[in-house]
Structure formats: C-alpha cells, structure tokens
C-alpha cells in the first residue's frame, strides 16, 4: 500500500489523533508528491492545510486552498512570463 493511502486509512480510523496527523505530514514531505497527498486528502481540510505549510513555499504561493481547488490561473507577483500557468 502507498505511504498516503496507509495515512489516510490510518487516520480515518484514530481522525482525532494528532501525531498520527504529524507523522502522515513528515512522510508527505519525506516521500514528495504533493499534489498526490492533496488528491488524498481531499476531503480533509486539516489535513490538506497540513500539508501546504509543510512544503516549503507553497503558502506563500497562493496556488491552493485548503477548502478548494488549486488557484487557476496561479497568481504571478513576480510577474515571470508564463508564471501564471497550471
């Protein structure tokens, strides 16, 4: 079984226990893939903010919302060509 869905299986069984929460956090950020964790943890709105302050950068970026889908098109305050772009 994938690491995210053993969290999720794993966290749906114990919702509140948070070093259970903690834990699935640290293996987000260890293991990568991001948008898999948040497609996961979809229907879980601590869980989904849990994991956008773990990576690095991606609050400040403005692309996601834990009570919705990903900000298109992504905000560009650098004003980068193409920044804006899904």
Known sequence: M???QE???DIQCSPDNLP???WAV???VQNGFFSI???VFAADPDMKNRLIDAFN???SSGCFA???APVTPAPN?????????V
Not at 78 to 84: H, I
């Open 26 to 28: 640290q293996t987000a």
């Open 7 to 9: 969290a999720l299986n």
């Open 37 to 39: 964790w948040m497609t």
């Open 20 to 22: 259970l929460r903690k």
């Open 2 to 4: 994938e690491p995210c």
């Open 57 to 59: 950068g991606t609050r």
């Open 66 to 68: 834990a009570t919705a």
């Open 77 to 85: 305050p650098d004003g980068l060509a193409n920044g804006g772009k």
